[in-house]
T-cell receptor, first 117, second 119 residues
């Protein structure tokens, strides 16, 4: 079974609108972290936001917020006020275990976001 | 900060040739990861090191792949002999085990990647 599932291969949104990118995860470990990375066409991986399994509040970083629903095992990324520069591939990733530095990220297949003017 | 440095950025080689990819992690980071990205398989871990010691190499596809980390500031991923199915983008990432600043959740910082094409 896939550990990280991103069901939307492509999303389209107009500038200034909000968009939600879906991510569901599967783990039996009570300690885990969820990450979102952005990969523009230039290819680099850019960290966006993090949510820990014990965090009580949803993470926010500027225009990015994470809608964390632990019981549903979902960690959706919300981008408010989309900009043309947000057009990219977005990856959801998970790291399991208490010693999170010592484990690798498990990535979803990604969602391509296209923002139009 | 220079970030994670990878070289070369692009590599085109012929089947059967040896390929060596290089990575310099962020100074002070004690974990180094090698990932591979392909259209078919997405991003997958190949191997990772802690304090220069390989911890998990279960993602290394086969004996043609080898990785070393001779010191804290340098790692190599070698493919010998290379095959067309090795064509991919290879990322190096580093992190540290700490509780300050951005490292409080031990984010992995990625290098720009090496795009490998094996003809």
């Amino acid at each position: 079974a896939q550990k990280i599932t991103q069901t939307q291969p492509g999303m389209f949104v107009q500038e200034k609108e909000a968009v939600t990118l879906d991510c569901t995860y599967d783990t039996s470990d009570p300690s885990y972290g969820l990450f979102w990375y952005k990969q523009p066409s230039s290819g680099e991986m850019i960290f966006l936001i993090y949510q820990g399994s014990y965090d009580q509040q949803n993470a926010t970083e500027g225009r990015y917020s994470l809608n964390f629903q632990k019981a549903r095992k979902s960690a959706n990324l919300v981008i408010s006020a989309s900009q043309l520069g947000d057009s990219a591939m977005y990856f959801c990733a998970m790291r399991e275990g208490r010693d999170q530095a010592g484990t690798a990220l498990i990535f979803g297949k990604g969602t391509t976001l296209s923002v139009s003017s | 900060d220079a970030g994670v440095i990878q070289s070369p950025r692009h590599e085109v080689t012929e089947m059967g040739q040896e390929v060596t990819l290089r990575c310099k992690p962020i100074s002070g980071h004690d974990y180094l990861f090698w990932y591979r990205q392909t259209m078919m398989r997405g991003l997958e871990l190949l191997i990772y090191f802690n304090n220069n010691v390989p911890i998990d190499d279960s993602g290394m596809p086969e004996d043609r792949f080898s990785a070393k980390m001779p010191n804290a500031s340098f790692s190599t991923l070698k493919i010998q002999p290379s095959e067309p199915r090795d064509s991919a983008v290879y990322f190096c990432a580093s992190s540290f085990y700490g509780t300050s600043g951005m490292g409080s959740y031990n984010e992995q910082f990625f290098g720009p990647g090496t795009r490998l094409t094996v003809l």
